[in-house]
């Protein structure tokens, strides 16, 4: 038995979200899902995000089932989303295709947090990937450090979440812009009735006498130096939260977490 999902445009943000981890019927334990992608024009690191947390729920979903993906026709597109979704069981079909992205563009492919070790253990991958990309201690410092904590917070906050949350990381053009990608399963954000409300308090709030983990991502930037733009999209709630200021809106539903970082150069 076959289930079909087919993918096109832009595999990038919000828009990506929506295409991936909408709810979906389960069907029998040994269905395949065919992913086509052949009409997908871009894809970023919520992108790659996205398509393994569905990928990984399919699996779990399925215990004899597989997936498989059909790339993008664009040669660029394909490489970069193979980067970009790094290795896969043999339960997952996806050929290599002939075209590779540019030497370290991809920092971190898309990669399960099952605990906080994991966390960590990414961590000193992604810095080692930083250096060897001649990225500068500085802001390898930053992204690392980044990285680690949204990560540990997702595991920590979304233990009800029936999937792994799941991280990416990746340089975007010639700018050099450094991008951050956590996206989790967890319900606690997104299911709420007014999840806005939650996310405009996060910039200011105080937990225990401590400021939360966003919070400290924004301080550490301030400290560091760079420039960090954080989102956030949880159910219909979505924050943007820049160096001047900071936002929420209403936006079309996606369950789950997903917090982005946007470091420039």
Same mark, same amino acid.
């Given at each position: 038995?076959?289930?079909w *999902?087919?993918?096109?445009? #832009?595999?990038?943000?919000?828009?990506? *979200?929506?295409?991936?981890?909408?709810?979906?019927?389960?069907?029998?334990?040994?269905?395949? *899902?065919?992913? +086509?992608?052949?009409a997908?024009?871009?894809?970023?690191?919520?992108?790659?995000?996205?398509?393994?947390?569905?990928?990984?729920?399919?699996?779990?979903? =399925?215990?004899?089932?597989?997936?498989?993906?059909?790339?993008?026709r664009?040669?660029?597109?394909?490489?970069?989303?193979?980067?970009?979704?790094?290795?896969?069981?043999?339960?997952?079909?996806?050929?290599?295709?002939?075209?590779?992205?540019p030497?370290?563009?991809?920092?971190?492919?898309?990669? #399960?947090?099952?605990?906080?070790?994991?966390?960590?253990?990414i961590?000193?991958?992604?810095?080692?990937?930083?250096?060897?990309?001649?990225?500068?201690?500085?802001?390898?410092?930053? %992204?690392?450090?980044?990285?680690?904590? @949204?990560?540990? +917070?997702?595991? /920590?906050?979304?233990?009800?979440?029936?999937?792994?949350? $799941?991280?990416?990381?990746?340089?975007?053009?010639?700018?050099?812009?450094?991008?951050?990608?956590?996206t989790?399963? &967890?319900?606690? %954000?997104?299911?709420?009735?007014?999840? +806005?409300?939650?996310?405009?308090? @996060?910039?200011?709030?105080?937990?225990?006498? =401590?400021?939360?983990?966003?919070? /400290?991502?924004?301080?550490?930037?301030?400290?560091?130096?760079?420039?960090? @733009? $954080?989102?956030?999209?949880?159910?219909? &709630?979505?924050?943007?939260w820049?160096?001047?200021? =900071?936002?929420?809106?209403? &936006?079309?539903?996606?369950?789950?977490?997903?917090?982005? $970082?946007?470091?420039?150069?």
């Open positions: 038995m076959s289930a *999902l087919s993918l096109t445009g #832009a595999l990038t943000g919000e828009r990506a *979200l929506e295409q991936l981890l909408q709810p979906t019927p389960v069907e029998a334990a040994d269905t395949e *899902l065919c992913m +086509n992608m052949l997908a024009e871009s894809v970023d690191v919520v992108g790659a995000a996205a398509a393994r947390m569905r990928i990984q729920r399919h699996l779990r979903e =399925h215990p004899q089932g597989s997936v498989t993906i059909w790339p993008p664009r040669a660029g597109v394909a490489a970069r989303l193979f980067a970009l979704l790094g290795e896969f069981s043999e339960r997952v079909h996806f050929e290599a295709p002939d075209t590779e992205v030497a370290h563009s991809v920092l971190l492919p898309a990669t #399960a947090i099952v605990d906080s070790d994991r966390a960590r253990l961590a000193e991958v992604l810095l080692d990937q930083c250096e060897e990309g001649r990225i500068s201690e500085r802001r390898a410092a930053y %992204i690392t450090v980044a990285a680690m904590e @949204i990560a540990d +917070n997702a595991v /920590t906050h979304a233990g009800d979440a029936p999937d792994p949350p $799941v991280v990416a990381v990746a340089s975007v053009g010639r700018e050099r812009i450094v991008e951050i990608a956590v989790d399963a &967890g319900a606690a %954000i997104s299911e709420l009735k007014d999840p +806005n409300s939650f996310l405009a308090a @996060i910039p200011g709030r105080v937990l225990d006498g =401590h400021r939360g983990f966003l919070s /400290t991502v924004m301080i550490k930037a301030r400290e560091a130096r760079v420039d960090a @733009i $954080v989102r956030v999209v949880a159910g219909t &709630g979505r924050l943007l820049t160096p001047e200021q =900071h936002r929420t809106e209403r &936006g079309n539903y996606v369950p789950g977490t997903t917090v982005v $970082v946007r470091i420039a150069a």
